[in-house]
Structure formats: structure tokens, C-alpha cells
């Protein structure tokens, strides 16, 4: 008979807690009961934790045997827990010393012959870990290069349960293997190779500049999404917090590279049009899992041919795209995941898509307004810029003279980018996020006579009061490309033509 209790993590979205496996030992006939909220992983884990502790050498308990998994109330999911179980179980039945674990968290799901496999949502996990004190982090050794990414915590590895039951008797020792470097990243694509779309071009770095959404409608062939596809390779590098984050988030999902470091650049998500609203927002059977705007997290997700996507799904990113974050609510309670993105938008005219554009186009009226009818009011109110890219010219694929490659754009958006947060801190980093009282704030607030073009548009049902806000913020971030303090009247113009699609 006998107690004993080890540490591992529960994930709660992309925030990790600590939790207590604790066991008992107890006469009477030989079971296993798991208590503690349990998801079917972990049910499933008495018949696979029992097989690794056979082949691992050791001895299995022949009692009655409970597994509590502390705090009672957070909802458990996933396989993490099957070594932490099997240590605990060993310690209180088996006289397996626990000293060297005591300011230990175990992480991994364990194989039937007891090796350790790689989880996801190690990063976050070994976080929760740090904030706890934990002095040392065991991790299976797939996983040891992203729990290195916490700096203040020691980690080694475990390439099976019988090396952490050897390094508890004073037999073996943990593994150290030396970190591998990350692979050297693909340059992202050039926005040099753009030609003949100077109008998407001054979009395109408009909404880097400023972190406003983007809706982009022309002919197939136009370069909707080249241009969408460069956005990406002009946005500053991710601060080191952002990074976490970003991280933490492909590694919940399952989409961290096992030998990839920090994520550093910021990411492109370009679901396929027929992705679900779960796909697009998260969710899922189970635990809510992130969705492509939360994997797009301080990047950009790029709907392509957006009026072939569902109404439902589209409309779905309304509010995470207002507010930020993705709350999915289930019956064991709700999983926050942030869902900071930038939305851009591609869409063709029509259904045929005829490379000449109107011109050229073979549907009848009801079918072109019906098409473009999926798009939503609501969703483009919340889209900054609304720009017509026309088909390129063949001129323009000969011309002589080169395009502005990516690098030169992406400098004069990160100067746009100090200067916004220089002006609105603390209250926000970039144009696109200042919150409209802050807008209208008496340090901030422009004159009537610059906004009037604003107010006009409003007055005739142009605009709504939301459309209003971010066309003044649109303004700011022509201004802060232009090198000015404020917007002028030139610079609201423009902002308002770039969201009403015309100046083709």
C-alpha cells in the first residue's frame, strides 16, 4: 500500500496548469480506476501505461489501484499524461523512489513497448512548468528543441520509461542531446515579380503599414493572389512575444516542425474554399482545437476565391476579426485562443471569370449580384481596404524598368509602423488597432474640414460609423507612409477611395 504523486500540464487552449497525478495503492482485486475529468485518451491509458511498465522490466501493482489527476475540475484531454501516470503508480505500489522528481514535470505519451513519444503543445506546456518553479522539464526527445525555447527551465530528454526508472535507482542518466540548429528558411516571395498593379501594390503596403484588412476583386490572372501571397514578406519580424505566441499555437495544433525553432515570420493560412467553420475558427469533437485565424495569429489569413466559401463560414470570422480571439464554448466549459490576424480577401467578378473582366463576361445580372451577394455587408464593413484590381496590360510584362522589390516596401513599412506606435502608446501598436475612442480623443481628433469626404459618404449611406473609423484609420497610415505628423484632406480621399473600389 502506498501514495505517491508526480507533475504534468494540462492545456486549457494555448494556456497551460499544472496538475497533480496522484495514486494510490490499496488492497484489494487488481484494477486501475482514473478520475479527475479524463478524456477517452486518458481512460484508454490504464491498458497502455500497464503493457510499458511490463516492458519496461518493472512490476505492475497486483492491487487495487486509482489515479487522481489534481485539480479535479479542469478537463483533461490527451495521451501527455501516460508517463507521469505510470511514475506514479510505480512510486506508490512498486517502492519507486520519487526524490529526484519532486520539482519535476513529466510530459509524453508512452508506446506499449515504453518508449516516450512526442506530444503537442509542448511550448505552452513547459511555460505553465516555468511560471509553476518547476526546476526540471522530462520530455520525450522529439520534443526537446521546443521545450528549449523556455530559456529559464531545464529540460532533458527520456527515449523510454525504463531510463527515467533507471534515473530515479541511480542507474542511468537523462538524456542531453545537443539542440539542432533550425533549417534555413525559404526567402519569402519577392514583390518585385508583381508587375502592372501599381493600384494592389499601394494596398498591399497600406495594409502592412497600417495591420488593416484587405479585399482584393478582379479577372482570374489579374494578380490577386501574388499579390496576397507577398503580404507576409513585407510585415515586420515578430517581436519575441509574438513569437511565443505564434509558436505556442502550431504547437497545440500539431504544425511545429520537429526541428523548427521560434516561429520568427509571420504566417500565411490559405484554407481551401471548402473548409468548415470549425476548420476556419476552431473546434472540433473534443477539445476545441485552433482554427486557421488563430493559426494565423499576428500574420495573415488569406481567404482565395472567397465567395466560393460558405456564407456561414465567412460570417463566422466576424467577430473573432472585431474582438481579437475565438471563444468556443462547450459542455466542459470554453477554450479562448487569439486570433489577432489580418484578413485578406480575393474574390473574381463573376462566376465565369473571364480574363477580360466585365467586358468579356457572360452572366446574366441576377447571377453576378447573387455571387457577389456571399460576400456579406457586415463582413466587408470590417474590411479597411476594398480595392478592384484590373487585368495587367501587356506592356507592362515588358517594360524595362524593375518593380520595388519586397525589402525596399518592407522599410518604409516598418518606419509607418514606429511612428503609429510612437503616437498611439500604450493604447495600441498600429493604425488598424486603435480603439475609436482614441480615434476621437481631442489629442487625435482631426477637423471637421479634413474629414468632411468622410461625413459626406456617411450622410449619403456610404458608410456606417464602423466603415467611418477605419477609414479615418486608413488615412493615418497614408499619412505615416507619406512621412506626415497628420492626415490631410488628400490623405482621407484617399482612404475613402480605396474602400470603395473605385479609382480603376
Not at 486509482?66 to 512498486?94: C, E, I, Q, W, Y
Not at 516516450?116 to 520534443?143: F, K
Not at 497628420?486 to 490623405?491: A, E, K, L, Q, S
Amino acid at each position: 500500500m502506498g501514495y505517491a504523486k508526480i507533475r504534468s500540464v494540462a492545456l486549457q487552449g494555448v494556456v497551460g496548469q499544472v496538475i497533480v497525478v496522484e495514486a494510490d495503492v490499496a488492497p484489494g482485486l487488481p484494477s486501475l480506476v482514473v478520475s479527475g475529468l479524463p478524456d477517452a485518451a486518458l481512460t484508454e491509458a490504464r491498458d497502455r501505461i500497464r503493457a510499458a511498465v511490463h516492458n519496461s522490466g518493472a512490476t505492475w501493482p497486483q492491487q487495487r489501484i486509482t489515479v487522481n489527476l489534481l485539480p479535479a475540475h479542469v478537463r483533461k484531454h490527451g495521451s501527455g499524461f501516460d508517463t507521469a501516470m505510470a511514475l506514479a503508480v510505480l512510486a506508490a505500489g512498486a517502492d519507486l523512489p520519487t526524490r529526484l522528481l519532486v520539482d519535476a514535470v513529466i510530459l509524453g505519451e508512452l508506446g506499449l513497448d515504453g518508449t516516450l513519444r512526442p506530444v503537442r503543445g509542448v511550448l505552452p506546456a513547459v511555460l505553465a512548468a516555468s511560471r509553476a518553479g518547476a526546476g526540471l522539464v522530462v520530455v520525450p526527445p522529439g520534443n526537446v528543441d521546443e521545450a528549449r525555447l523556455v530559456p529559464d527551465v531545464r529540460v532533458r530528454a527520456a527515449d523510454c520509461l525504463g531510463r527515467i526508472i533507471g534515473f530515479v535507482h541511480g542507474t542511468e542518466t537523462l538524456l542531453d542531446p545537443p539542440t539542432q540548429p533550425p533549417p534555413a528558411q525559404r526567402p519569402p516571395a519577392d514583390l518585385a515579380d508583381v508587375l502592372g498593379q501599381e493600384r494592389g501594390r499601394r494596398a498591399i503596403e497600406l495594409a502592412a503599414a497600417g495591420r488593416h484588412h484587405l479585399a482584393m476583386f478582379g479577372p482570374p490572372g489579374a494578380g490577386k493572389t501574388l499579390l496576397a501571397q507577398r503580404l507576409p514578406g513585407i510585415l515586420p519580424e515578430l517581436t519575441e512575444q509574438e513569437s511565443i505566441e505564434v509558436t505556442a499555437l502550431h504547437s497545440v495544433a500539431g504544425e511545429l516542425p520537429a526541428d523548427g525553432g521560434l516561429i520568427r515570420r509571420a504566417p500565411l493560412q490559405a484554407p481551401h474554399h471548402t473548409s468548415s467553420i470549425a476548420a476556419l475558427v476552431g473546434g472540433g469533437s473534443g477539445i476545441a482545437k485552433p482554427g486557421a485565424i488563430s493559426l494565423a495569429h499576428h500574420g495573415v489569413l488569406f481567404l482565395d476565391e472567397c465567395a466560393e466559401f460558405q456564407a456561414s463560414a465567412l460570417n463566422a470570422l466576424r467577430e473573432p476579426l472585431e474582438h481579437g480571439e475565438v471563444r468556443l464554448r462547450r459542455v466542459h466549459g470554453e477554450t479562448v485562443y487569439p486570433a489577432r490576424a489580418q484578413l485578406v480577401l480575393a474574390a473574381n467578378p463573376c462566376p465565369c471569370a473571364r480574363p477580360g473582366g466585365d467586358a468579356m463576361c457572360q452572366c446574366p445580372p441576377g447571377v453576378r449580384v447573387r455571387y457577389r451577394s456571399r460576400l456579406s455587408g457586415p463582413l466587408l464593413d470590417r474590411v479597411d481596404l476594398q480595392v478592384d484590381v484590373v487585368a495587367v496590360r501587356a506592356a507592362a510584362l515588358f517594360g524595362t524598368e524593375p518593380a520595388e522589390s519586397s525589402a525596399t516596401v518592407a522599410a518604409r513599412v516598418v518606419r509607418a509602423r514606429q511612428a503609429a506606435a510612437r503616437r498611439w502608446a500604450p493604447h495600441a501598436r498600429s493604425n488598424g488597432e486603435v480603439p475609436a475612442a482614441v480615434l476621437r480623443d481631442r489629442r487625435f481628433r482631426l477637423p471637421r474640414t479634413v474629414l468632411q469626404p468622410l461625413a459626406t459618404a456617411m450622410d449619403r449611406g456610404q458608410l456606417s460609423a464602423r466603415g467611418m473609423d477605419r477609414a479615418t484609420r486608413v488615412a493615418w497610415t497614408v499619412a505615416d507612409l507619406d512621412g506626415r505628423d497628420r492626415p490631410t484632406i488628400d490623405d482621407v480621399h484617399e482612404a475613402l477611395e480605396m474602400r470603395s473600389r473605385r479609382g480603376r
